[in-house]
């Protein structure tokens, strides 16, 4: 009886094996078929976020725009928005590095604006920015806004080294 037994938990275990098997191998199957979701909508809004300054955070987040932009189920479908608020504004201070790099951006259509509040809150001249900018009343108002009007919503920002 025993060795019955045995050979009863041993047939069990190689069918679960022989089951794990052909799932893993039926998974493979559609993974290798699967390209990415479609973009079925004739227009899409996408609204950035920056609120750190810094060149890690300022590179990320633009190359994030500039994968968006270059992201063929999407070309020609969207339209971009990267809002500054907090110490995010360092994204549109003169002289930072980025101005090529924001015209250019400007020029594929994306719209570039920092919070007003910000500016305020921490004593920051508008003239310290480049010209180009938008100012908006509010960077919470802008993403709720947009939010409401069916636009994405995305906040990159690189792991921190405590992070990883």
Request: glycine residues 10%; aromatic residues 8%; charged residues 20%.
């Amino acid at each position: 009886m025993a060795k019955s037994l045995h050979g009863i938990v041993r047939g069990l275990a190689a069918g679960a094996f022989a089951s794990l098997f052909m799932l893993a191998g039926a998974g493979a199957a559609h993974a290798s078929s699967f390209h990415g979701a479609v973009a079925t909508k004739s227009h899409y809004g996408v609204i950035f976020q920056i609120d750190t300054g810094g060149n890690k955070d300022i590179k990320k987040t633009l190359t994030n725009i500039e994968n968006i932009l270059q992201d063929p189920r999407l070309k020609g479908k969207v339209t971009v928005e990267l809002i500054a608020n907090s110490k995010g504004f360092d994204v549109y201070v003169k002289h930072n590095g980025f101005k090529g790099k924001l015209l250019k951006l400007q020029k594929e259509g994306v719209i570039l604006a920092q919070c007003a509040n910000t500016l305020r809150e921490l004593h920051v001249d508008r003239h310290d920015l480049y010209s180009f900018i938008h100012i908006v009343p509010s960077g919470m108002g802008e993403i709720a806004i947009r939010e409401a009007q069916g636009w994405a919503y995305i906040h990159p920002s690189p792991p921190r080294p405590n992070q990883l």
